[in-house]
C-alpha cells in the first residue's frame, strides 16, 4: 500500500492522507494534469471491435435514437457502428482492465484506497454531444479523462430529487438543475473524483472524448444482512430461540411489548457480533470475480502442471481480473486469504508473501524456499487452483 503521506501525481500533489480526510466520500475533487505519461492503448476503433467481442460486456447510448435516450446492449457488429448518427452516442466497455494489461496497470496507481475495494475500469468513448444523461452512482468513482474534452455538471445529494425519466431502460434524472460552482471542463490527464450519490451529468465536448471510469464495490448493507443469515443458517443452534423473560409490564396478553423488542434486537445482535464470520463474508464477497466463468478453478492435473512451471522458474502474473485480499483476527495466529471467492487458512507469518503478490504483478518464483514455512506451498498452490495467479505464456508464431 501506498505511504499515505507521500504527495502522489495522481491526486495533484496531494498526499493520500489528505484526500482521505479531507475528500473520500465527502466531496469531489477535480485533478487537473493528474495523469501523466499515459499512452492510451486503445483508440476508438479498438474499442468498437472489442464491443463485437462475445464475451465483452458493451453498450451504446443514443440521446436522441428511435427512443429517447436509447441503449443497446453489445456484442454488435460493423451494421451497428454504419448506423449510428454523426453525433451524440457514446459506446461503453467494462472491465477493460481484465482484457488489457495498460489499463490494469492503471488501476495499481490507486493502491492507496483498499485494493479489494477497487471494481474495475469502465472505458467510455463518446462522439461529440455524446452523454449518457444526468445520474447517479451508489459508489465512489474516478473519472479520468484520457483523451478528447468533456465537460461534467455536479450536484450534492441534497440539490437534487431521485426521480427519472418515466419509460427508458437508464435511471436518467428529470430535475438535473446544474450548479454553476461544480461544472468543470476536462482536457486529457485531469480527473474527477466523485462520492457515491453526487448525481453528474457528462457530455463530450469533441469526437475524441475518451473516458475511464475507475468504480469501487459497494455492497448493499441489505446484501451483508442476506449474507449473514446464509452463514449463520449453515449451523443451526435449535436452543436459540426467542425466548423474553417476563417481567410483569404486559398491559394485556395480546400486547407485543417493547421489552420483547428489545429482547430480539439484542438476540440478532448477539448472533450478528462475530467478527469472524464478518470477515469470512466480506472477504469472499468483495474478492468475487466480475465474470467468474472466465475463472474457474484449474483441476488437479492443470493444477500439478501449472505448480510444476513455477518451480521451474517461469513467468506468472497476477491477471487483471484476479481478486485478493486476507484478514488476520487480533488473537490468531493465522490469517484467511481471499481469491476470488475462495478462501484458506495460512499462517500468519505468511502476510508479508500475500502483500507482495497484490503489490506486484508479475512473479518468477524459481528462487522461492518453499520448505521455509509448511502452508507456502499450499498457499502457492491455492493462488494458481483459483488462477489469483496464472502463468504467463508466450503468443504462438
Not at 495522481?10 to 482521505?20: D, H, K, N, S, V
Not at 478462501?343 to 503478490?357: P, R
Request: charged fraction near 25%; aromatic fraction near 10%.
Amino acid at each position: 500500500m501506498t505511504d499515505l503521506n507521500t504527495p502522489l501525481t495522481l491526486l495533484g500533489g496531494m498526499t493520500a492522507q489528505t484526500f482521505l480526510d479531507e475528500y473520500w466520500q465527502k466531496k469531489p475533487l477535480l485533478i487537473r494534469a493528474g495523469l501523466t505519461d499515459f499512452d492510451v492503448p486503445l483508440d476508438a476503433d479498438e474499442l468498437a471491435g472489442m464491443a463485437m467481442e462475445e464475451e465483452v460486456e458493451s453498450r451504446i447510448v443514443i440521446e436522441n435514437g428511435k427512443t429517447p435516450w436509447e441503449t443497446q446492449q453489445g456484442p454488435f457488429d460493423e451494421n451497428t457502428f454504419s448506423a449510428l448518427p454523426e453525433k451524440e452516442w457514446t459506446l461503453l466497455i467494462q472491465a477493460v482492465d481484465h482484457w488489457v494489461p495498460e489499463v490494469q496497470n492503471l488501476k495499481e496507481q490507486f493502491q492507496f484506497l483498499p485494493s479489494w475495494r477497487l471494481d474495475d475500469v469502465m472505458i467510455s468513448y463518446a462522439t461529440e454531444g455524446g452523454s449518457v444523461g444526468p445520474h447517479y452512482d451508489q459508489y465512489d468513482v474516478f473519472l479520468i479523462q484520457v483523451a478528447g474534452k468533456r465537460r461534467w455538471q455536479v450536484l450534492a445529494p441534497g440539490n437534487y430529487q431521485d426521480s427519472a425519466i418515466p419509460d427508458i431502460a437508464l435511471h436518467i434524472l428529470d430535475n438535473f438543475n446544474a450548479n454553476t460552482e461544480m461544472d468543470w471542463e476536462l482536457e486529457a490527464g485531469d480527473i474527477l473524483y466523485l462520492p457515491p450519490n453526487f448525481a453528474h451529468n457528462g457530455r463530450s465536448l469533441d469526437d475524441d472524448c475518451m473516458t475511464y471510469s475507475v468504480g469501487f464495490r459497494a455492497p448493499s448493507l441489505q446484501d451483508a444482512l442476506t449474507g449473514m443469515r446464509d452463514k449463520l443458517c449453515e449451523t443451526i443452534n435449535a436452543k436459540d430461540r426467542f425466548a423474553p423473560p417476563e417481567t410483569g409490564k404486559r398491559e394485556h396478553s395480546a400486547q407485543i411489548h417493547a421489552d420483547d423488542i428489545a429482547y430480539l434486537q439484542t438476540e440478532l445482535a448477539r448472533l450478528i457480533s462475530q467478527p469472524d464470520a464478518l470477515a469470512n463474508w466480506l472477504g469472499e464477497t468483495m474478492s468475487e470475480s466480475k465474470y467468474p466463468e472466465f475463472l474457474a478453478p484449474l483441476n488437479n492435473q492443470e493444477l500439478t502442471d501449472a505448480f510444476q512451471s513455477a518451480k521451474q522458474g517461469q513467468t506468472f502474473i497476477r491477471p487483471g481480473d484476479a481478486r485478493i485480499c486476507y484478514y488476520q483476527s487480533e488473537d490468531t495466529k493465522t490469517i484467511s486469504v481471499f481469491c476470488n471467492g475462495e478462501s484458506m487458512a495460512i499462517n500468519a507469518e505468511l502476510a508479508s508473501f500475500v502483500q507482495a503478490i497484490t503489490d506486484q504483478i508479475e512473479f518468477d518464483f524459481s528462487g522461492l524456499d518453499l520448505s521455509q514455512n509448511e502452508d507456502l506451498e499450499p498457499l502457492v498452490r491455492f493462488l494458481i487452483r483459483q488462477q489469483g495467479i496464472i502463468e504467463l505464456v508466450a503468443p504462438e508464431e
